[in-house]
């Protein structure tokens, strides 16, 4: 049997002790039962035991596994990121460093998105201004518009 551990989550509480079918458990996570089996594909979720007739059945640890998955992404972290550590967890291994430096570069990741955005942003303001100067009259160039292109 895979071994589960609880995580620190941000307010959530799985609020369920007992064992589950994937309908209920994803009525307590708010995952789509399409999503839980895709978790368990990639290996974000360990293979939950199932019954004699196949249906897999889950715990109040998975529950909690789910929200460490929904906040890890919400941080920006992607599925893979995610079991890596995981996958370190399950090992008995410490994440911190590691997690603290894929934090690190997402945080980086979005600091140069930004920047992008912001030089993007000033390039339109520059272009909204020279179009409301503009008399559309004087637009005969039929390869170009004035307004995204300007006279050189």
């Known amino acids: 049997m895979p071994v589960f551990y609880t995580f620190q989550r941000t307010g959530r509480s799985s609020g369920y002790c007992g ?23 990639s290996g974000v979720l360990p293979e939950p035991d199932r019954d004699a007739n196949g249906y897999r059945n889950y715990n109040h640890e998975f529950v909690d596994r789910i929200n460490f998955v929904k ?19 399950d090992r008995g291994e410490s994440t911190c460093q590691h997690t603290v430096e894929l934090l690190d570069y997402h945080l980086a990741d ?43």
């Not at 994937?22 to 839980?36: D, P, Q, S």
């Not at 409301?132 to 518009?145: F, H, K, Q, T, Y």
């Open 19 to 41: 064992i589950m079918r994937i309908g209920e458990l994803a009525r307590h996570t708010g995952v789509a039962t399409k999503t839980l089996r895709f978790y368990e594909e």
């Open 110 to 152: 979005l600091d140069r998105q930004i920047a992008e955005l912001e030089r993007t942003r000033a390039h339109l303001v520059t272009m909204t201004r020279r179009a409301r100067r503009m008399d559309p009259a004087e637009c005969l160039d039929p390869n170009r518009c004035q307004t995204i292109a300007s006279k050189n």
């Open 71 to 89: 906040d890890a992404q919400s941080a920006g972290l992607t599925l893979k990121e995610i079991a890596n550590i995981l996958e370190l967890r």
